[in-house]
């Protein structure tokens, strides 16, 4: 048993990742998976976008879900739970909003092309 670093709460050793030392020795991260995902996470968010834990946390719950088909969880492929993608500029970094994995994917499709969009509004529309 060890106690996270995070959490503070006592947990078995397998929930915990291995840490290999330049020396070859084997460690325990002191935070626990999930409390060490969440650290990964709010780093990446900071350095990548300069954006809290809380600020993406209060953009989702402004935004009602995913910015596009407000979906409110984020099941991909086989079910499993990932944060919203951050949708940003990527000529000037400007974060734009929360999106889905499918809504992510469909606006990287497009080329982020707002005419491309409209073209395929206007076609979807003909077809009906």
Same mark, same amino acid.
């Given at each position: 048993m060890k106690v !996270?670093? $995070?959490?503070?709460v006592s947990k078995e050793l397998t929930e915990y990742y291995d840490q290999v030392r330049p020396s070859g020795r084997v460690n325990k991260h002191g935070a626990c998976k999930p409390c060490y995902k969440d650290k990964?996470? *709010? *780093?990446?968010?900071?350095? /990548?976008?300069?954006?809290t834990m809380d600020e993406y946390d209060t953009m989702l719950i402004e935004q009602g879900g995913c910015a596009i088909c407000k979906t409110q969880?984020? *099941?991909?492929?086989? +079910?499993?739970?990932?944060?919203?993608?951050?949708d940003h500029d990527?000529?000037? +970094?400007? $974060?734009?909003?929360?999106? !889905?994995q499918t809504c992510n994917r469909m606006i990287g499709?497009? /080329?982020?092309?707002? &005419?491309?969009? /409209?073209?395929?509004?206007?076609?979807? &529309?003909?077809? /009906?």
């Open positions: !996270c670093s $995070v959490c503070g990964v996470r *709010a *780093a990446r968010l900071l350095a /990548r976008y300069n954006l969880t984020n *099941a991909y492929g086989g +079910g499993n739970n990932r944060m919203f993608a951050v990527h000529s000037t +970094g400007k $974060v734009r909003g929360l999106l !889905c499709l497009a /080329r982020d092309s707002s &005419e491309i969009l /409209r073209r395929a509004v206007s076609y979807l &529309e003909i077809q /009906r």
